[in-house]
Structure formats: structure tokens, C-alpha cells
């Protein structure tokens, strides 16, 4: 089945390291997107890749980073710059350049600063 | 003013009861809304797709848009406890590369 997996599922980090997120599809999309969702705040957007081997900021970009080397991955390393990490993180992708018919997203990673 | 407006709730209502849920965008260019839905602890799930003003329906759920006014709702008919959920709006532009503006998302819960 076509999808999009999220790894870890739940992730801790200690103060001062960084961390990779995962994110692989397998539905041939080409745009990748990742939002950060806290409770009251809804989805914002971190990055998001049209094609391989580019992306672009989003809304709330300082703290993380990303990178595009497969169509199939997009991860997410949250860095020790980020000061308030910990929250639930959602990869999600969608047809070619099109986002008209809306994202499919993965099952999320909650992120936990201990 | 936020580009997307969405009561967080919590909306409870009994069992059987007619939902309805609303959102509110600034951006007259947005063509192309979304209704997800959110289960606690999982990725959203796409519910409805519209494109410009009018009415679309599948089952128990009809997606209305009203571009004059810049609202668009989500109806739920016959509400299931299975539908307590977050129900996130979502929008974006005619271009067709742009990333999708959410609401906040409004908190449901159907009471048994």
C-alpha cells in the first residue's frame, strides 16, 4: 500500500542535541511539506521541497533543517538552535507541484525535550 | 488578521445531532478547500475536497462554500461518537504549487 511512513513514532531529546525526524513516501509525489502542530496552534509550516535537492523555508523555519536528496525522503533534523521542540511533527506530500487536491500526511512524531 | 479563522471549541453535542463546523479566510484567492480530519495522536486525513462556491456531499458529510463571504463549512448529519476528531479547514491558491493555509482546527466531540 502507497503511504507515508513517520519514524520514530516518539522521540526524546536532552537539551543541547540535535535530532533526525524520518519521513519516506512511496506515492511517487514529488512536494514534501513538514508542519510542527501544538495544542491551540494548529499545523505551521517548518520547510517544504517541490523537487530533489531543493526546498524552501516555511512560516517557523529557524531551529531545524531539512534536506532533499531522494524524491522518496524529505527528513527533519531539529536542531540544539530550536528552543522549544518538543511537539508533534507531521511530514506530508502531494501530486506533482499540485496541492489543489490536498496533502496526504503521515502518522506524525511527538518530539519530547527531557 | 490571521488568513484563516477556525473556532478551536471544544464543540460536544449528543449523539445523532447535526454538526456544523466553519471557518473563515481574509485571501479572496483562495479556489481550492479542504476539511480534514484528526484522530488524537495521528496524521490528518482527508474528508472533503471543494473547488469555488457551492456544495459538495458524501455520505453523512456535506462541505459548503461561500466565496462572496469568504466562509466555508463543514456539515456532519447523524453525528457518531466515531466522529469526535479534530476537523482542521485548510485552503490554498489557483497556482497550483502553493503550501496550504490551515485553520487552528475545532475540537468535536458526539456524546453516546
Known amino acids: 500500500d502507497g503511504g507515508i511512513t513517520q519514524s520514530p513514532k516518539y522521540l526524546f531529546r536532552k537539551e543541547g542535541q540535535n535530532v533526525t525526524l524520518s519521513c519516506e513516501q512511496n506515492?511517487?509525489?514529488?512536494?514534501m511539506y513538514w508542519y510542527r502542530q501544538d495544542p491551540g496552534q494548529g499545523l505551521r509550516l517548518i520547510y517544504y521541497?517541490?523537487?530533489?535537492?531543493?526546498?524552501q523555508k516555511g512560516d517557523i523555519a529557524e531551529g531545524y533543517s531539512v534536506s532533499r536528496e531522494k524524491k522518496e525522503s524529505f527528513p527533519l533534523t531539529v536542531t540544539s538552535a530550536q528552543k522549544n521542540p518538543t511537539a508533534f511533527y507531521l511530514c506530508?506530500?502531494?501530486?506533482?507541484?499540485?496541492?489543489?487536491?490536498?496533502?496526504?500526511f503521515g502518522s506524525g512524531t511527538r518530539l519530547t525535550v527531557v | 488578521q490571521k488568513e484563516v479563522e477556525q473556532d478551536p471549541g471544544p464543540l460536544s453535542v449528543p449523539e445523532g445531532a447535526i454538526v456544523s463546523l466553519n471557518c473563515t479566510y481574509s485571501?479572496?484567492?483562495?479556489?481550492?478547500f479542504m476539511w480534514y480530519r484528526q484522530y488524537s495522536r495521528k496524521g490528518p486525513e482527508l474528508l472533503m475536497y471543494?473547488?469555488?462556491?457551492g456544495n459538495k456531499e458524501d455520505g453523512r458529510f456535506t462541505a459548503q462554500v461561500d466565496k462572496s463571504s469568504k466562509y466555508i463549512s463543514l456539515f456532519i448529519r447523524d453525528s457518531q461518537p466515531s466522529d469526535s476528531a479534530t476537523y482542521l479547514c485548510?485552503?490554498?491558491?489557483?497556482?497550483?504549487?502553493?503550501?496550504?493555509?490551515f485553520g487552528k482546527g475545532t475540537r468535536l466531540s458526539v456524546i453516546a
Open positions: 506530508a506530500s502531494s501530486t506533482g507541484t499540485n496541492t489543489n487536491y490536498g496533502y496526504t
Open positions: 485548510a485552503m490554498t491558491l489557483n497556482s497550483g504549487n502553493t503550501p496550504l493555509v
Open positions: 506515492l511517487n509525489h514529488d512536494a
Open positions: 471543494t473547488y469555488s462556491s
Open positions: 485571501n479572496s484567492a483562495f479556489q481550492y
Open positions: 521541497s517541490q523537487i530533489v535537492n531543493d526546498f
